[in-house]
């Protein structure tokens, strides 16, 4: 099936989809990101639970998910967003990739900050709030923050920003002009 196929068939689907429902994502070993109603090792779960329409597909592919905190916790920060990459970015081959999380007020004592590529935590960027990603593979990736009150236990993740790897082909090789 064609890609584009692909993405019509689960617009479609979703779209006309009136109880809530759950999808697996996953990008293969090629960069390729596919989608079912069958776990796979390593997929992300997606659960929908209303009609979706094309006008609230687009809000939400545009503006950043709202951060989720528990009520009478000590995680109240005034700013707490992932300000770069933006999302649907797309980088070229060997671009770095920087990330940055926007927060205030700064990182409260007995907090700390882990983040997610892809749903796996990075163990060597605790408690940064920038940070450049070396070469990634072409694919799709998503990036985000969490901090956690290692007191209480407590923990409130940032919005999730979805970008995109591409590497140049010999057929098709990147333009100078680009940047």
Known sequence: ?????????????TALSVQAAVIYRWVDSDGVVHYS???SPGAE???TS???????????ATAPQATRKPAGSSLSYAEFTI?????????FGDDPIGVHLSLSPGL???????????GRQLDDQADAVSFVMPRLDRGTYSVMATITDQQT??????????????QPSALAPQSPLRK
């Open 1 to 13: 099936m064609h890609p584009r196929q692909s993405w019509l068939a689960l617009s479609l689907l």
């Open 37 to 39: 109603d069958q776990e």
């Open 45 to 47: 779960r997606i659960v």
């Open 50 to 60: 209303a009609p979706n329409t094309a006008a609230a597909g687009a809000r939400a």
């Open 83 to 91: 300000t770069s990459p933006q999302a649907e970015q797309t980088f």
């Open 108 to 118: 409260k004592t007995g907090h700390s900050i882990a983040w997610h590529v892809n």
């Open 153 to 166: 236990g407590d923990s409130q993740s940032s919005n999730s920003v979805t970008f995109f790897v591409r």
